[in-house]
């Protein structure tokens, strides 16, 4: 069993920058992939960025590539999405997800733990 918990959610103005964090219990965080996925109200869950299991690998949505980095310290079995030039269009609840196939993927349905998701605001 994988339990993750998010935090840094919050209110910003456009143009600001939060960082979120992904907690994850248990001794084998380094053999998952790691994704972050936002819901926004009334829309679909979707992918917003993903890690491998050694940090070297990444991939971003279109809609947040180069505005967005996602990070992990297997030391500290935490995954972070920095997130910069926010936009209104950014405003949903972020979930952060585990993948313990440890395969790098954007698909949703091939990640086995979610976390409870942490709200994220923009302004405008």
């Known amino acids: 069993q994988v339990q993750l918990v998010e935090s840094g959610g919050g209110l910003v103005q456009a143009g600001g920058s939060l960082r979120l964090s992904c907690a994850a219990s248990g001794r084998t965080f380094s053999s998952y992939a790691m994704g972050w996925f936002r819901q926004a109200p009334g829309k679909a869950r979707e992918f917003v960025a993903a890690?491998?299991?050694?940090?070297?690998?990444?991939h971003y949505a279109d809609s947040v590539k180069g505005r967005f980095t996602i990070s992990r310290d297997n030391a500290k079995n935490t995954v972070y999405l920095q997130m910069n030039s926010l936009k209104p269009e950014d405003t949903a609840v972020y979930y952060c997800?585990?993948?313990?196939?440890?395969?790098?993927?954007?698909?949703?349905?091939?990640?086995?733990?979610w976390g409870q998701g942490t709200q994220v605001t923009v302004s405008s």
């Open positions: 890690v491998s299991r050694s940090g070297r690998n990444t």
């Open positions: 997800a585990a993948d313990t196939r440890g395969v790098l993927t954007t698909d949703l349905y091939n990640y086995d733990y």
